[in-house]
Nanobody, 119 residues
Framework: VQLVESGGGLVQPGGSLRLSCAAS????????MSWYRQAQGKERELVAR????????NYADSVKDRFTISRDNAKKTVYLQMNSLKPEDTAVYYC?????????????WGQGTQVTVSS
């Protein structure tokens, strides 16, 4: 399974970006999808997750009410809409797909896309 992120870039504080992550698997709808980020010198952290079962979402406290995760199973794509961006949101953002069966855990990562928030 390949996950390919896009949509990163340079944006001013208060601006918006939408990240996309396109998956190659036809079983995309069965994967829980997440966005993580890693700022320079810091550990990777979970930003947002969306469930495969019911589309429920959860967010890191630092991005609640500013970021929205969504998915389009027909397009095999997960999105992260980021509004009211702050300099502390600067990081490499990674897409993750995870699926568990009785016999195996499937865990895939994208290559990352850089988001820089700066004036």
């Amino acid at each position: 399974v390949q996950l390919v992120e896009s949509g990163g870039g340079l944006v001013q504080p208060g601006g918006s970006l939408r990240l996309s992550c396109a998956a190659s698997t036809f079983m995309f709808s069965t994967y829980d999808m997440s966005w993580y980020r890693q700022a320079q010198g810091k550990e990777r952290e979970l930003v947002a997750r969306i469930s495969s079962a019911d589309g429920s979402t959860n967010y890191a406290d630092s991005v609640k009410d500013r970021f929205t995760i969504s998915r389009d199973n027909a397009k095999k794509t997960v999105y992260l809409q980021m509004n009211s961006l702050k300099p502390e949101d600067t990081a490499v953002y990674y897409c993750n797909g995870r699926r568990s069966t009785r016999l195996k855990e499937y865990d895939y990562w994208g290559q990352g896309t850089q988001v820089t928030v700066s004036s």
